[in-house]
């Protein structure tokens, strides 16, 4: 995507920000990553608002229900970036051969292996890898728009505990896969716009996501509230698993960096939050001693052996952590809440402006985004940009994903509020 003459390229708009360098416009990216997303119900309403022709959005990831945003979409909008998701999602399901399926409808294209069935309360029930015949991972309530994880866990036995077991997600890629990162790559390469890629099996410690979702029977430590406190009290184990993780990561790594290289800007590598809307899931010291090390480990190789940017993911009160993924080597933190303690955007861009990339922050998708008015969110929106855009070291996006019943007007509002802010229509 080249602008007008004079101007940038979204690309080297892009790349400009994440180098500290203050870019022509500040980047934009909307539906970029699983965590910056729109909710598909918002996409349909963003084409038609656009003029835009009216047709299924694919749902290549179905658990929070993110739509595609097509490049006829990210042209109208505006958008910088365009992502790269791994082939197959967090219920196991491969991301191809579409077909269609009706949510409150609206028509939208899911996977072939999308099989779903609905309980007698009305339900929504969603399978691993797409076999009925296997105890259901995912449940959207009647009258849904998204899916929760079932927690599957069976009784812990200390002495039967094996790191191996918390590993089946985390595998080497496999060539169909790698194949499908490659063509991906290439095609939003070829649009111009910046890239950001999430591999699938090439971070840490995002276990604690929907553990076990994707398996049919799946085993170790599936809770997610046994896994944080599973961080305190089985220290050793969740080492093993991670020192595990690294060495499949680095694995898998070196196979993609060798297909796709520099068709790469940015790669999302760990999902696992720390904050809470005031505090934290656990304290420094336990971050230092339990994870620091290994996101260490793998941000330089990373940063030794490609030009790709580190992407940390974490939601909440996270302010205290942010000197330690520095030190870490990520280049990136997103969401950035900035209405959890301590996550003021002044403080923010004061203390850690010029050290890391802000990526997100750009309005509250708690409270503003769907419930403020227009002028609000315009407000919201040009302040947010005033205090993080100075100096680059920021890519505009809402605080986490668009979510469903999110008026249209009001992310029009927001889009139109970065173009403001950037001196275009």
Request: glycine share 10%.
């Amino acid at each position: 995507m080249t602008t007008s003459m004079g101007r940038s390229t979204s690309r080297e708009r892009l790349v400009a920000a994440l180098n500290h360098k203050q870019p022509d416009r500040v980047p934009i990216d909307i539906g970029g990553t699983s965590v910056s997303g729109v909710h598909v119900s918002c996409v349909a309403e963003l084409r038609a608002y656009y003029g835009l022709e009216k047709r299924p959005i694919r749902i290549p990831e179905p658990f929070h229900m993110l739509g595609t945003l097509d490049d006829d979409l990210r042209e109208a909008m505006g958008i910088d970036v365009a992502g790269v998701f791994p082939r197959v999602g967090k219920f196991g399901i491969p991301a191809e051969r579409w077909k269609c399926w009706q949510l409150n409808g609206l028509e939208v294209l899911v996977p072939e292996k999308f099989n779903i069935t609905v309980n007698d309360n009305g339900d929504t029930l969603i399978y691993p890898e797409g076999d009925t015949t296997a105890a259901a991972s995912g449940r959207m309530p009647r009258g849904g728009l998204f899916f929760d994880n079932i927690v599957r866990q069976d009784p812990i036995e200390e002495e039967k505990l094996n790191p191996e077991d918390n590993l089946e997600e985390f595998s080497p890629i496999s060539r169909e896969s790698l194949d499908y990162l490659v063509r991906a790559a290439n095609d939003v390469w070829a649009t111009g716009r910046g890239v950001i890629a999430a591999f699938g099996g090439t971070g840490l410690g995002d276990i604690a996501n929907v553990p076990g979702a994707s398996l049919k029977h799946p085993k170790g430590i599936r809770d997610i509230a046994e896994w944080y406190v599973s961080t305190t009290s089985r220290q050793d184990y969740i080492h093993k698993v991670f020192e595990r993780q690294y060495e499949i990561a680095i694995g898998n790594l070196e196979r993609i960096n060798s297909e796709v290289g520099d068709r790469i800007d940015a790669v999302y590598l760990c999902g696992t939050d720390f904050g809470t809307q005031t505090s934290s899931f656990c304290s420094v010291k336990t971050f230092r001693n339990l994870y620091y090390p290994h996101y260490k480990q793998i941000n330089d190789w990373i940063h030794a052996h490609t030009p790709w940017k580190t992407f940390k993911h974490t939601c909440g009160a996270v302010s205290k952590f942010i000197p330690s993924l520095i030190e870490a080597g990520f280049d990136i933190l997103n969401p950035v809440q900035c209405s959890a303690t301590g996550m003021e955007p002044e403080q923010l861009k004061a203390n850690f402006g010029d050290q890391i990339v802000f990526w997100g922050g750009g309005v509250d998708t708690q409270h503003v985004l769907p419930f403020g008015t227009p002028a609000e969110i315009r407000e919201q929106v040009l302040r947010r940009c005033e205090v993080f855009a100075p100096g680059g070291g920021f890519v505009f996006n809402a605080i986490h994903s668009i979510q469903a019943e999110t008026p249209v007007e009001n992310i029009v509002a927001m889009i139109d509020a970065v173009h403001e802010f950037n001196g275009v229509r």
